[in-house]
C-alpha cells in the first residue's frame, strides 16, 4: 500500500511559476513509472507528464519547453515545476505512482488527493 501526498498547489499570475511536489509512503517493494495529471472542470483528466525510474520523461505536448518533471528514488518523490504558467493550466493536479507490493509482483496504483492550480490575474 502506497500512500501519496502532494504539496505546493495555490493561485500564481500568468506567466508565474509553480513547483508541485509529491512524496510516496507506505509499503511496497518498487515503484515504476511515476507521473502527473489535471483535470480542469468539465474535462477528463489528462497525462501532464510522467518519468521512469531512469529518468525517461515524457509530456503533452500543451506543457512541453514550459514544464519540468523530476524524481528522487531515495526520497520516493516526484516533482512537477511549472513554469511561464498559462491561464489553461488551471486545473487540479494528481500525483500518479505504480508500484509493486512486497508480497505480489502485479502492479498497482496509487494516486494523490489532488492540489488545486490556478492561473489568474
Known amino acids: 500500500q502506497v500512500q501519496l501526498v502532494e504539496s505546493g498547489g495555490g493561485l500564481v499570475q500568468p506567466g508565474g511559476s509553480l513547483r508541485l511536489s509529491c512524496s510516496a509512503s507506505g509499503s511496497f517493494f518498487s515503484i515504476y513509472d511515476m507521473a502527473w495529471y489535471r483535470q480542469a472542470p468539465g474535462n477528463q483528466r489528462e497525462l501532464v507528464a510522467s518519468?521512469?525510474?531512469?529518468?525517461?520523461?515524457n509530456y503533452a505536448d500543451s506543457v512541453k519547453g514550459r514544464f519540468g518533471i523530476s524524481r528522487d528514488n531515495s526520497q520516493n518523490t516526484v516533482a512537477l515545476q511549472m513554469n511561464s504558467l498559462k491561464p489553461e493550466d488551471t486545473a487540479v493536479y494528481y500525483c500518479?505512482?505504480?508500484?509493486?507490493?512486497?508480497?505480489?509482483?502485479?502492479?498497482?496504483?496509487?494516486w494523490g488527493q489532488g492540489t488545486q492550480v490556478t492561473v489568474s490575474s
Open positions: 500518479n505512482a505504480a508500484y509493486t507490493q512486497i508480497t505480489d509482483w502485479r502492479k498497482n496504483e496509487a
Open positions: 518519468i521512469t525510474r531512469t529518468g525517461n520523461t
